[in-house]
Nanobody, 125 residues
Framework: QEQPVESGGGSVQAGGSLRLSCVVP????????MGWFRQAPGKEHEGVAS????????FYADSVKGRFTISQDNDKNTVFLHLTSLKTEDTAMYYC??????????????????WGQGTQVTVSS
């Protein structure tokens, strides 16, 4: 199983936006589940959003609802996480992951088996 590869992190001011990208080399994202997670220093992994790309079903953590959007582009074989209205508390390493059984939407961290290396998002006040 190929590992996801994230990109797009960076440093922004509060209120700003970023778009994170996730690709899985030699793997089609058109009919699978992909998830975004984050981990801030000293804190546990937090599920941010998941998408089941076959149906477009999505899940969001309460902390990001209305601010973050997970989407897919089958032509680019990429899953995106659009971050808007960023807050300082959004500062974290963001990871893309795939579950062991990607046949429906998955939201539990423990069900995700294949993780990328992460991309850092830093939000300053």
């Amino acid at each position: 199983q190929e590992q996801p590869v994230e990109s797009g992190g960076g440093s922004v001011q509060a209120g700003g936006s970023l778009r994170l990208s996730c690709v899985v080399p030699r793997y089609s994202v058109s009919s699978t589940c992909m998830g975004w997670f984050r981990q801030a220093p000293g804190k546990e992994h937090e599920g941010v959003a998941s998408i089941y790309t076959k149906t477009g079903s999505t899940f969001y953590a309460d902390s990001v609802k209305g601010r973050f959007t997970i989407s897919q582009d089958n032509d680019k074989n990429t899953v995106f996480l659009h971050l808007t209205s960023l807050k300082t508390e959004d500062t974290a390493m963001y990871y893309c992951a795939m579950p062991r059984a990607p046949y429906s939407i998955v939201v539990s961290t423990t069900d995700f088996a294949y993780w990328g290396q992460g991309t850092q998002v830093t939000v300053s006040s």
